[in-house]
């Protein structure tokens, strides 16, 4: 086996991971003070979010072709500048179509690094130190978007929005300069043939479907607009052709031999549980403190700081401990754990104390720590090296999609709870009744994101620890 420089090739990716993942989140709070200055709706301020994550439906899908065509400091140098323009564009946005166009190449930067990272990962790390490698990834994908609110709080209320972006850009040249240094050609370029009607397909399907539940949390006409039907179920239909496409192929797009692993079904179902209870939960609560608990941005943002942090440290931890005695022991505990936390969460107050609120989000955040590295390390473990890229690939797509359905069933949830409240009300346009309203349609959203999490529990008993072989072509038991 070839030796890597294996911490600076994990800085460069890491570094850069960090900033991408920051700016996801950092933005998410700014989103009330942007729709002053460029005078738009909420709709209009959500597409900043829903346009990201569009771009990542769309794109991420072909990174397991991309990562056959070039090399892997082509795909490196490429991602980085188009994080580094979108960030830059950023900064200097003197309108919302300028921000727009800023987060788009954001998201395609971010794109095309988080699968490289996966795969680099893979290819460089032997799989008895691999669970440790996933987790110092888990500890930057979970505690940069942590942190991205807190910091965001503070530059909003002494500096100005732009700073988000201005903060970024060192880093992420810094990051450049590293990878461009010690990043080595990891894997090597076959070049399949590019499937046109595959791209199309796939661009279709997973965009229609992250775009029509994202339009769906919007709220004007919500689940019943034609908009969002005919994008769903146009959406699947795509998908559905992709798929049967992918399996006629010789050389698929995305190949979905990936799916006759039964270990990697099952990692990429918890982790799935796992990016939806995070999404929805995340939304709801930050939400719910601001407007809810009316507390501050800053505030709201300090008091998820200690369970995403812990989230992120933990990860490595998690990563070793998988290392040594296999998932089953990590993940069956780690959903009961969040299954318990949620049920709290289900019935907070604005009378419930911070440090409550503050100690059950940290449970819920150590719990899936515990589930979400062991499972999607020992998911990718099972397959074969030359289904890495497209493991990683359908990995990091059906995420995104995950999240999009994730956070509109969120919202959904939350709107018709608060709707439901305020019809029944005396008095509907009172502060006092509004928070009762969002404390309502938030408790109903937590007990969504516990029926998902007992959902996850009793997949966890079927878990089985991956031995990696990898001479046999055929898939190991």
């Known amino acids: ?14 570094i850069c991971g960090f900033v991408g993942m920051f700016s996801e989140t950092a933005l998410n709070i700014a989103i009330t003070n942007l729709m002053e200055v460029f005078h738009i709706t909420a709709a209009t301020a959500q597409w900043l979010t829903t346009g990201f994550l569009l771009t990542l439906g769309v794109l991420m899908p072909m990174t397991g072709l991309l990562l056959q065509w070039f090399t892997t400091r082509q795909l490196f140098v490429f991602s980085l500048a ?7 564009v950023g900064a200097l946005a003197f309108n919302f179509e300028m921000l727009m166009v800023a987060r788009v190449l954001q998201a395609a930067g971010m794109g095309l690094l988080i699968p490289l990272m996966f795969n680099t990962i893979l290819v460089v790390y032997p799989p008895d130190k691999r669970g440790a490698a996933m987790g110092f990834v888990g500890l930057v994908i979970m505690f940069a978007p942590a942190i991205g609110p807190t910091v965001a709080g503070l530059l909003i209320e002494y500096l100005a929005w732009n700073y988000i972006f201005w903060l970024s850009l060192p880093f992420l040249i810094i990051g450049l300069l590293v990878g461009l240094k010690f990043l080595e050609n990891v894997t090597e370029v076959t070049k399949p043939r590019i499937d046109v009607l595959s791209v199309v397909l796939s661009t279709i399907g997973f965009g229609g479907v992250v775009f029509g539940f994202s339009k769906a949390g919007e709220g004007d006409g919500g689940w019943t607009s034609p908009v969002v039907i005919a994008c769903i179920v146009i959406g699947l239909i795509a998908i559905l052709l992709f798929a049967l496409r992918q399996l006629s192929m010789r050389e698929p797009m995305m190949n979905l031999r990936v799916f006759k692993y039964p270990m990697f079904i099952m990692g990429l179902l918890l982790v799935l549980s796992c990016m939806m209870i995070i999404l929805s939960s995340m939304i709801i609560l930050p939400m719910y ?4 608990m009316k507390l501050s941005a800053f505030t709201a943002g300090l008091m998820l700081l200690p369970g995403s942090a812990l989230n992120g440290i933990l990860s490595p931890r998690m990563g070793r401990l998988f290392d040594k005695y296999g998932p089953k022991w990590l993940v069956i505990p780690g959903l009961a754990i969040v299954g318990a ?3 709290f969460f289900s019935g907070i107050t604005p009378a419930s104390s911070i440090a409550f609120i503050v100690a059950l989000h940290i449970g819920l955040m150590v719990g899936i720590s515990m589930v979400w590295m062991p499972a999607q390390t020992n998911g990718l473990n099972q397959l074969p090296p030359e289904l890495y890229p497209h493991g990683t690939a359908v990995m990091n797509t059906l995420q995104q999609v995950a999240g999009a ?11 018709s709870g ?5 019809h029944s009300s ?32 009793a997949l966890a008993f079927f878990i089985r620890r991956v031995v990696v072989q990898h001479r046999a072509m055929h898939p190991s038991h």
């Open 1 to 14: 086996m070839k030796q890597y420089n294996t911490k600076a090739i994990m800085a460069s990716l890491l």
């Open 82 to 88: 188009s994080s580094i323009v979108g960030t830059l």
């Open 289 to 292: 403190l601001q407007n809810g």
């Open 341 to 343: 936390m949620l049920w």
């Open 405 to 415: 359905i994730g956070t509109a069933v969120a919202i959904s949830i939350l709107t």
């Open 418 to 422: 608060m709707e439901k409240y305020l």
């Open 426 to 457: 005396p008095a509907p346009n009172e502060m006092n009744e509004i928070a009762k309203a969002m404390t309502f349609g938030s408790q109903h959203v937590f007990l969504f994101a516990m029926i998902v999490t007992l959902i996850g529990l």
